[in-house]
């Protein structure tokens, strides 16, 4: 096994790669970040990937994240070390109150590797953070459901979900829209059928129209008839 990376050798390598125009930009697109170095996304994964071929349960044990990145790279570690779900979700308890934006939020669903098998005990996690109203927290369970369970069989329930889900958090409102763009690009028909009945805020079917009608995956034709439905 490769020597593991500690968690100061990890900040003493962040520091190393720290670019200061990088993280004026990254600000700029993500004003909710705090405490960022400036690293850059691929040497972030890079370092994730180190971690995890190493001891990576020691590192979760003394890992107190601080920064940005060791937020970022952490969540990393949690989503795609070799575990079994149950080990996997005790460490996404610990990790989802360190969520503060949306760049670590989305990065950290992205960062699953989910097998078949664990798509039904993932699917009962996240609906048991229904009634927990941190924004983050609720975005998580919507990107989670975009980058996982886009789905025949979870498509109800997603529609179920999100007609359900009313809140003023911009983030959260966001990726109820990103989720129903995705959704109509992949279930055409089932997507549009919703949009024509949804119990959704004016603001988010709205925004849902308009980012369906910018993915090049939906036709000229469907993008009139979408746009056919706003509010």
Known sequence: MPPMVSPEQLRTRLFELEDVGYREF?????????????????????????IIKGDFWQYLDEIKPYYYEEILITGIVIASAPMSLDERLGYVGWFLPLVNNWAVCDCFCASFKLNRKDLAGMWEFLQSLASDQHEYIQRFRLVMMLDHFLLPEYLEQIFQILDQLKTDYYYVNMAMAWLIA???AKFRDQTLAYLRHDQLTDF????AIQKARESRRVSAEDKATLASLRL
């Open 204 to 207: 988010v079917h709205n925004k």
């Open 26 to 50: 990254h600000l700029k697109t993500c004003p909710q970040a705090e405490h960022v170095i400036g690293v850059r996304m691929p040497d972030q994964r890079k370092l994730a990937k180190e």
């Open 182 to 184: 995705e959704a109509f």
